[in-house]
């Protein structure tokens, strides 16, 4: 499994980049792991549900019943991955509301469940680079995309 993370505010390049990695990584049957977040998580995930054969699994920092989605506005992806045999994960009990605490122990997890670590497009002082942190503490290979391919010329239909 690869754990796939970055900025909320990604980029059009960011998201396209985490949406064709995350497609053919599944393609290749690689799971991927990631946080729902929006942004680049949403693109890993909706990548890995864009190929037939790849699963995906997103791990919350909050409770895993309808209600408790967030943000709510990845609620249909949500429903796609369960739809797809994919996993929604969380430490935290049903009815747990996200709180801003609960966001770096997420990020452990989704590098403790991965064996390596993609980092797509990350702000210095982020979540995705507390993953970073954890999976590098953990053992594990961290991958960053190079700054070069955001500036390459992506079509919307990637």
Known sequence: ????????????????IARVLGRELANRNINIVSGLAIGIDKYAHLGALDSKIGKTIAVLG?????????????????ERILEKGGAVVS?????SKPERKHFPARNRIISGLSDKVIVVEAKKRSGSLITVNWALEQGKDVFAVPRKYFFKKFSRNQ
């Not at 970055?6 to 960011?14: D, L, P, V």
């Not at 895993?64 to 949500?78: Q, R």
């Not at 430490?91 to 009815?95: F, M, N, V």
């Open 1 to 16: 499994m690869y754990g796939m993370v970055g900025c909320r505010m990604a980029s059009h390049a960011g998201q396209t």
């Open 62 to 78: 909050c409770g895993v019943a309808d209600e408790d989605i967030y943000p709510y506005e990845n609620y249909k992806v949500f």
């Open 91 to 95: 430490e935290y009990g049903l009815g």
